[in-house]
Protein backbone atom coordinates (compact mmCIF):
# COMPACT_ATOMS: atom_id res chain seq x y z
CA UNK A 1 0.00 0.00 0.00
CA UNK A 2 0.85 3.41 -0.61
CA UNK A 3 1.69 5.90 2.15
CA UNK A 4 2.32 9.74 1.98
CA UNK A 5 2.72 10.92 5.25
CA UNK A 6 3.44 14.93 5.29
CA UNK A 7 4.81 16.63 8.80
CA UNK A 8 5.74 20.16 9.97
CA UNK A 9 3.63 22.47 10.07
CA UNK A 10 2.39 25.05 12.74
CA UNK A 11 2.16 28.87 13.32
CA UNK A 12 4.65 31.01 12.04
CA UNK A 13 4.99 34.94 11.58
CA UNK A 14 4.80 36.44 8.40
CA UNK A 15 8.07 36.49 7.15
CA UNK A 16 9.13 33.57 8.73
CA UNK A 17 10.42 30.38 7.84
CA UNK A 18 9.06 26.79 8.00
CA UNK A 19 10.57 23.53 6.90
CA UNK A 20 7.38 20.88 6.15
CA UNK A 21 8.31 17.02 4.73
CA UNK A 22 6.84 13.76 3.73
CA UNK A 23 7.56 10.21 4.44
CA UNK A 24 6.26 8.18 1.56
CA UNK A 25 6.16 4.15 1.45
CA UNK A 26 4.54 1.37 -0.91
CA UNK A 27 6.33 2.64 -4.02
CA UNK A 28 9.99 3.31 -6.08
CA UNK A 29 10.25 6.48 -4.71
CA UNK A 30 13.30 7.22 -6.16
CA UNK A 31 11.42 6.92 -10.27
CA UNK A 32 8.29 9.17 -8.92
CA UNK A 33 8.08 12.76 -9.36
CA UNK A 34 6.67 14.54 -6.23
CA UNK A 35 4.28 17.34 -5.84
CA UNK A 36 3.70 19.85 -3.37
CA UNK A 37 -0.02 21.14 -3.05
CA UNK A 38 -1.39 24.04 -1.11
CA UNK A 39 -5.06 23.88 0.18
CA UNK A 40 -5.96 27.40 0.83
CA UNK A 41 -9.40 28.21 3.16
CA UNK A 42 -12.28 27.92 0.74
CA UNK A 43 -9.53 28.09 -2.19
CA UNK A 44 -8.68 25.40 -4.98
CA UNK A 45 -6.16 22.83 -4.64
CA UNK A 46 -3.23 24.64 -6.13
CA UNK A 47 0.34 22.87 -7.32
CA UNK A 48 3.07 24.92 -5.32
CA UNK A 49 6.13 22.62 -6.73
CA UNK A 50 7.52 19.58 -7.86
CA UNK A 51 10.45 17.82 -8.35
CA UNK A 52 11.32 14.82 -10.47
CA UNK A 53 13.53 11.66 -10.13
CA UNK A 54 16.45 13.89 -11.90
CA UNK A 55 15.78 16.43 -9.61
CA UNK A 56 14.26 19.07 -11.41
CA UNK A 57 12.36 21.79 -9.93
CA UNK A 58 9.44 23.78 -11.03
CA UNK A 59 7.83 26.14 -8.52
CA UNK A 60 3.96 28.31 -8.93
CA UNK A 61 5.05 31.96 -10.08
CA UNK A 62 3.91 32.99 -6.32
CA UNK A 63 6.42 31.26 -4.57
CA UNK A 64 9.38 30.74 -6.61
CA UNK A 65 12.24 32.55 -4.93
CA UNK A 66 10.88 31.79 -1.60
CA UNK A 67 10.23 27.82 -1.59
CA UNK A 68 12.28 25.12 -2.30
CA UNK A 69 11.17 21.53 -3.15
CA UNK A 70 13.91 18.68 -2.17
CA UNK A 71 14.02 15.17 -2.04
CA UNK A 72 16.29 12.63 -0.17
CA UNK A 73 15.50 9.21 -2.45
CA UNK A 74 17.55 6.92 0.74
CA UNK A 75 15.02 8.04 3.67
CA UNK A 76 12.26 8.36 0.91
CA UNK A 77 11.12 11.85 1.78
CA UNK A 78 10.23 14.98 0.29
CA UNK A 79 10.47 18.07 1.79
CA UNK A 80 9.34 21.99 1.14
CA UNK A 81 11.37 24.53 2.84
CA UNK A 82 9.24 27.90 3.06
CA UNK A 83 10.66 31.51 3.66
CA UNK A 84 9.58 34.59 3.63
CA UNK A 85 6.08 33.48 4.31
CA UNK A 86 2.51 35.47 4.00
CA UNK A 87 -0.58 35.31 5.21
CA UNK A 88 -1.54 33.93 1.82
CA UNK A 89 0.40 30.78 2.46
CA UNK A 90 -1.72 29.63 4.82
CA UNK A 91 -3.71 26.24 4.52
CA UNK A 92 -2.85 22.59 4.28
CA UNK A 93 -0.08 21.33 2.73
CA UNK A 94 -0.48 18.04 0.53
CA UNK A 95 2.11 15.91 -0.68
CA UNK A 96 1.09 14.23 -3.99
CA UNK A 97 2.33 10.92 -6.24
CA UNK A 98 1.10 9.51 -9.01
CA UNK A 99 1.76 5.57 -10.15
CA UNK A 100 0.87 3.74 -12.87
CA UNK A 101 -1.89 5.83 -13.21
CA UNK A 102 -3.27 6.24 -9.45
CA UNK A 103 -2.88 9.63 -7.96
CA UNK A 104 -1.50 9.40 -4.47
CA UNK A 105 -2.52 12.08 -1.04
CA UNK A 106 -1.60 12.36 2.25
CA UNK A 107 -3.41 13.74 4.39
CA UNK A 108 -1.55 17.24 4.75
CA UNK A 109 -0.28 19.23 7.19
CA UNK A 110 -1.47 22.72 8.31
CA UNK A 111 0.57 25.77 7.80
CA UNK A 112 -0.86 29.10 9.74
CA UNK A 113 1.21 32.72 8.85
CA UNK A 114 -0.40 34.92 11.62
CA UNK A 115 1.25 37.66 13.93
Known amino acids: QVHLVESGGGLVQPGGSLRISCAVS????????MHWYHQAPEKERALVAS???????TYADSVRGRFTISRDNVRRTVALQMNNLKPEDTGVYLC?????????WGKGTLVTVSS
Open 51 to 57: ITSGHNT
Open 96 to 104: STSSRGVNF
Open 26 to 33: GLNFRLNT
